[in-house]
């Protein structure tokens, strides 16, 4: 089946605007997860939807940072007033549920991510 | 703070050996542990999960875990050319849904 998809791909935008970057999640995962990937770095984590609601929200570095995922499927990261630091690859993961009594045996599927150049 | 390590390596291996890749954690509240591979240039890609103390195999690749040592280990046998990438080892905290990763290991298995 299809699997994470991420758009754009690209995204080139210089300091100081705003932009949007889209994930799909795997049919059904009612878990989404953003991260974000710096050279030489593991993903950091961003933010964490169970359905609509935003479930963790600690890993937003500033309030230029928003995400929202209406309908419980297709989120949206939101970045306003970019600056040069927050060139990355921004990636997006789901997964079938997210925690169930405070575990999470859930596995996190990828997403191909969208590489910002914040010029 | 919570921290996953990783030798970034590179770790060299011949093609044929096993390569052992290794992870420590430093919060004794992990509670699942995971193995992902990232090609040059691509997302990471999930091949292992474990979540007991032991061995699990599968395939080629065996992951163990020693949670009394806080640590998660990943073997590959029979090393081909094609498994050289970086391996990203992440744990799940009890009570939260993200992954934290460590920096990730870079092998290379040479033909």
């Known amino acids: 089946g299809a699997g994470v998809s991420q758009t754009p791909s690209n995204k080139v935008t210089e300091k100081g605007k705003y932009v949007e970057l889209r994930c799909d999640p795997i049919s059904g995962h009612t878990a989404l997860y953003w991260y974000r990937q710096s050279l030489g770095q593991g993903p950091e984590f961003l933010i964490y939807f169970q359905g609509t609601g935003a479930a963790d929200d600690s890993g937003l570095p500033n309030d230029r940072f928003f995400a929202v995922r209406p309908e419980g499927s297709v989120s949206t990261l939101k970045i306003q007033r970019t600056e040069r630091g927050d060139s990355a690859v921004y990636l997006c993961a789901s997964s079938l549920t997210g925690l169930a009594n405070l575990v999470s045996y859930n596995e996190q599927f990828f997403g191909p991510g969208t590489r910002l150049t914040v010029l | 703070q919570k921290e996953v390590e990783q030798n970034s390596g590179p770790l060299s291996v011949p093609e044929g050996a096993i390569a052992s890749l290794n992870c420590t954690y430093s919060d004794r509240g992990s509670q699942s542990f995971f193995w992902y591979r990232q090609y040059s240039g691509k997302s990471p890609e999930l091949i292992m999960s474990?979540?007991?103390?032991g061995d699990k195999e599968d395939g080629r690749f065996t992951a163990q875990l020693n949670k009394a040592s806080q640590y998660v280990s990943l073997l590959i046998r029979d090393s081909q050319p094609s498994d050289s990438a970086t391996y990203l080892c992440?744990?799940?905290?009890?009570?939260?849904?993200?992954?934290?990763f460590g920096k990730g290991t870079k092998l290379s298995v040479k033909p």
């Open positions: 474990i979540y007991s103390n």
């Open positions: 992440a744990v799940n905290l009890r009570g939260q849904g993200n992954l934290i």
